[in-house]
């Protein structure tokens, strides 16, 4: 009886050893891995928490939509005072006194002064703050920067370079109610203060 190794060729007998090397070096097939366990059942409360976060995203949604909404239908409205008005008759603004009752709702004092009545503006002619009548010290103060006017409205102190603007002022023959009209201005340091539409001249 004849070995049937021997009888193949040397280079059969290498083959077969790497054929047989490669089977034992192969790795062993592997089980395929378990399916992922299914999520958690998700939990009573942790579903009531998502539904109120939605229920409260969708509150603020459709309130900021009736907002939008209310202020497309009635938008802010800024009502401005009329720049022309009547403040009384001469006779109501004594010498010597500032009046204020038109400066809130205005913008100007109403001034019986060497004879004469004016209109000034209440605006600072530095950068537009409300001055202040200060009767015991008989000036106009500016709270924002210092500015100081005398009763005429010339500046005297602080920053501000020029007086106080002057409005238009005459009497209305009609009634004989004091006018005034903001539209036309006049200015001191262009010689304005003379033109006899700034100031009424008192008897
Ligand atoms: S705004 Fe009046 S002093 Fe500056």
Redesign the pocket.
Known sequence: MTDETDERSPDAAAESAAAGAATAAAPAPTKPEAAPAPPAEISRRGLFSWAAVAWVGFSAAIGGCVTAWGRFMFPNVLYEPPTSFKVGVPDDFPPGVVDERFKETNGVWIVNNDGKLYALIAI?T????P?NWLEAQNKFK?P????GYYKSGVNFE???PRPLERTMITVDPSDGQVFVDKAQKYLWEQGQWEDPDSYIKLG
Do not use: A, E, N
């Open positions: 600072c530095h950068l537009g703050c001055p500016c924002c920067h210092g500015s602080g920053p501000t």
